[in-house]
């Protein structure tokens, strides 16, 4: 297989890395999900690795909580999620390199960008916790914000879900689902890909997403080559 895109931004949410615990990290499903990214690797692809940070923490559902607090709790969680990707990576035989948007000088590089492209450019995966080290910005952003400065050639989403659809799967067994989509249809539908700020972003710098399911960690393969999954969103054609 010949891989379509060059370099990446892999977004895992931080539910997928709990396996069937749905809390927490579950440490085979994380390997088995970066067994397909060290394939991606040695096929050329230089690879970033935003992830989230629901499996330890959702600010938003915090009730009464200062919202900067509880975000910066989240940013702490995307932290421990990326060492534990790392660690996976790191097993697998590949060079990896956590970087924070939140100086943690003891467990993690800051997040420089010159030096976050030199590492891609030497064949090592980095994978960037904290979201964009800002309060009342998702993962989603601030994978959308990684990948504009990386300038990635697409963002992979990986969910809990085979793509994009009209309601709710898991409630609604009518739901359609869209092939692909343009940035305008996901923010004025309101569709459920990821938030209006990141969509917004990836629209204004011209970066595609893909959204599939991690259900089959080896999809992480599949997109990168082209092949035919889950829904992608681009600009509308001329």
Same mark, same amino acid.
Request: glycine share 8%.
């Given at each position: 297989?010949?891989?379509k895109?060059?370099?990446?931004l892999?977004?895992l949410?931080?539910?997928?890395?709990?396996?069937?615990?749905?809390?927490?990290? #579950?440490? #085979?499903?994380v390997?088995?999900?970066?067994?397909?990214?060290?394939?991606?690797?040695?096929?050329?692809? $230089?690879i970033?690795?935003?992830?989230?940070?629901?499996? &330890?923490?959702?600010?938003r559902?915090?009730g009464?909580?200062?919202?900067?607090?509880? @975000?910066?709790?989240?940013?702490?969680?995307? *932290? =421990?999620?990326?060492l534990? %990707?790392?660690d996976?990576?790191? $097993?697998?035989?590949?060079?990896?390199?956590?970087?924070? /948007? =939140?100086?943690? $000088?003891?467990? /993690?590089e800051?997040?420089i960008?010159?030096? /976050? %492209?030199?590492?891609?450019?030497?064949?090592?995966v980095?994978? &960037?916790?904290?979201g964009?080290?800002?309060?009342f &910005?998702?993962?989603d *952003?601030?994978?959308a914000?990684?990948?504009a400065? =990386?300038? /990635? #050639?697409?963002?992979?989403?990986?969910?809990?879900v085979?793509?994009v659809? @009209?309601? @709710?799967?898991?409630?609604?067994?009518?739901?359609?689902?869209?092939d692909?989509l *343009?940035?305008?249809d %996901?923010l004025?539908?309101n569709?459920?890909?990821?938030?209006?700020?990141?969509?917004?972003?990836?629209r @204004?710098n011209?970066i595609? =997403?893909? %959204?599939f399911?991690?259900?089959?960690?080896?999809?992480?393969?599949?997109?990168?080559c082209?092949?035919p999954?889950?829904?992608i969103?681009?600009?509308?054609?001329?």
């Amino acid at each position: 297989m010949q891989p379509k895109y060059k370099r990446i931004l892999l977004k895992l949410s931080g539910e997928s890395l709990a396996g069937p615990q749905t809390h927490g990290i #579950d440490f #085979d499903t994380v390997l088995e999900i970066c067994k397909p990214v060290k394939t991606c690797v040695e096929m050329g692809v $230089q690879i970033g690795i935003v992830v989230g940070g629901g499996n &330890f923490w959702r600010g938003r559902s915090s009730g009464t909580m200062d919202r900067t607090r509880a @975000d910066h709790m989240g940013m702490l969680a995307t *932290t =421990i999620n990326a060492l534990g %990707v790392a660690d996976a990576l790191e $097993q697998l035989g590949l060079t990896v390199r956590v970087q924070t /948007a =939140i100086a943690m $000088q003891q467990i /993690a590089e800051p997040y420089i960008r010159n030096k /976050a %492209v030199r590492h891609l450019e030497k064949g090592r995966v980095v994978v &960037f916790g904290c979201g964009t080290g800002n309060p009342f &910005f998702s993962t989603d *952003t601030a994978a959308a914000l990684r990948a504009a400065e =990386i300038e /990635a #050639d697409v963002i992979l989403k990986a969910t809990m879900v085979d793509g994009v659809y @009209d309601s @709710d799967p898991k409630k609604n067994p009518n739901a359609v689902k869209f092939d692909s989509l *343009t940035y305008m249809d %996901v923010l004025n539908k309101n569709l459920q890909v990821m938030d209006s700020t990141a969509a917004s972003l990836c629209r @204004d710098n011209h970066i595609p =997403i893909l %959204v599939f399911s991690i259900d089959d960690p080896e999809n992480i393969v599949r997109a990168v080559c082209g092949e035919p999954i889950g829904t992608i969103v681009k600009e509308e054609l001329p």
